[in-house]
């Protein structure tokens, strides 16, 4: 009997010492608009074709992700910029409240600002007939704002920037970068972002540091840090911080190997391994304000960090979400290629730009879903506008997306650095 017991009491403290999962959630570019600031009439609707978004259904859509993460009893949320539409203080006002909520159920969440989010001269209103300007809010009132949610409690913060440090438990911390430039708006944001070099100095000491008491880092930013299709950082160079792949190379060096990012509005994992044979991933988010609605939840433990991503389908106010946004994304889409295709300045007879413009619209709606591969009908269209540009021969294996997989994927952040 003293011996059972003895067991029992052997494997009880040997389960209650095991490592506990950390429950994490990832939403990005949510471009919440308050509600005070729309109301039918030609403005709104005028919006609502440009962007592809519906306002009514973004507000459920983020209301039903939100509860999700309460009823899964998430341990931290990750947000990746763009929290508002365009910088409206009405809409950080209404956002942080419903962030406060979730927060005070045991959820802590953690942000970074957009190029959307701060210093932005251009906010509007939809309110009438014609967009009413509104005001925005400073680097300042961002960090005063939203303390509750990173910056009030940061281990340390960059000087230069809104970038900080946070504690999530005694062995992991949170980079989140400012990669934002809205120091220079002039008259609208700017899409492209950057690390400031001295920020890249102040995350570098911290990443030394982290090294030396054997603490996991992960890192959050808006902009991508490593391509996730080719040529684009010849296409979309915007998409990405600048000098893109010298900054990977140095985070995967100090021993980062995960960065959460946002900004391009698809669902995509790509990586990036030094010429020290360092490997970082960029998990990056598809927009939580338009299709395909997506969403990620992971378990960190014992190092290893498994994700998995969910798509908000319907809502109570629109049971058809996932077929009539994805039929206003590719409205969108068929319009923005077609003006691509203009303003490069070439003259492609009717047949090929309709080629082209099929293909652009069937590649971005694959792409923002993730784990992308061309059917027979992406295949037909490329061969169709290779065909047209004088090609006989087109690569059967054609391959739009980068390894590895997008939407459920378990990273090793053990991995040994070099």
């Not at 492609?348 to 619209?361: G, R, Y």
Request: charged fraction near 25%; glycine fraction near 6%; aromatic fraction near 10%.
């Amino acid at each position: 009997m003293r011996k059972f017991i003895l067991f029992l009491t052997l494997f009880f403290s040997l389960a209650a010492s095991a490592s506990k999962p950390l429950k994490i959630g990832v939403i990005s570019d949510i471009h919440f608009l308050s509600k005070e600031l729309t109301a039918e009439g030609d403005a709104l609707a005028a919006y609502e074709r440009a962007t592809g978004r519906n306002i009514r259904d973004s507000h459920e859509v983020l209301d039903t992700v939100l509860l999700n993460f309460q009823k899964e009893r998430t341990d931290i949320l990750l947000i990746s910029g763009d929290l508002t539409n365009h910088g409206e203080r009405q809409s950080h006002l209404d956002l942080i409240e419903k962030l406060k909520t979730i927060q005070r159920n045991g959820t802590k969440v953690f942000v970074v600002p957009g190029n959307h989010d701060v210093n932005i001269p251009d906010s509007k209103a939809y309110t009438g007939e014609k967009p009413v300007p509104v005001k925005s809010i400073s680097k300042e009132e961002f960090a005063e704002w939203y303390a509750p949610f990173g910056y009030g409690n940061a281990l340390k913060r960059d000087d230069s920037s809104l970038s900080y440090i946070a504690g999530i438990n005694e062995n992991t911390w949170l980079l989140c970068f400012d990669t934002n430039r809205y120091a220079e708006y002039k008259t609208t944001s700017i899409s492209g972002g950057r690390i400031l070099p001295s920020t890249m100095d102040w995350a570098l000491d911290i990443l030394r540091e982290a090294k030396a008491k054997n603490i996991t880092v992960l890192g959050m930013m808006h902009h991508g840090l490593v391509e996730h299709m080719p040529y684009q950082s010849t296409f979309f160079a915007e998409y990405l911080i600048e000098e893109w792949e010298k900054n990977a190379g140095i985070l995967a060096d100090a021993g980062l190997k995960v960065m959460f990012t946002g900004h391009f509005h698809s669902n995509d994992i790509s990586l990036f391994t030094s010429p020290s044979g360092n490997t970082i991933y960029d998990v990056e988010t598809a927009s939580l304000a338009i299709y395909p609605f997506a969403y990620r939840t992971m378990e960190l433990i014992d190092g290893k960090l498994s994700i998995d991503t969910h798509f908000v389908t319907s809502v109570s106010g629109n049971p058809d979400l996932a077929a009539q946004s994805r039929s206003q994304l590719e409205t969108v889409t068929r319009r923005v290629a077609k003006n691509r295709i203009k303003n490069l300045g070439v003259s492609f007879p009717v047949q090929t730009e309709d080629a082209l413009v099929k293909l652009i619209v069937k590649m971005n709606l694959m792409h923002v879903r993730g784990d992308e591969a061309p059917d027979e009908e992406m295949k037909e269209a490329i061969r169709e506008f290779a065909g047209l540009l004088g090609s006989e021969e087109t690569d059967s294996d054609f391959q739009l997306d980068f390894p590895p997989a997008d939407n459920r994927l378990v990273i090793d952040l053990t991995e040994k650095v070099f």
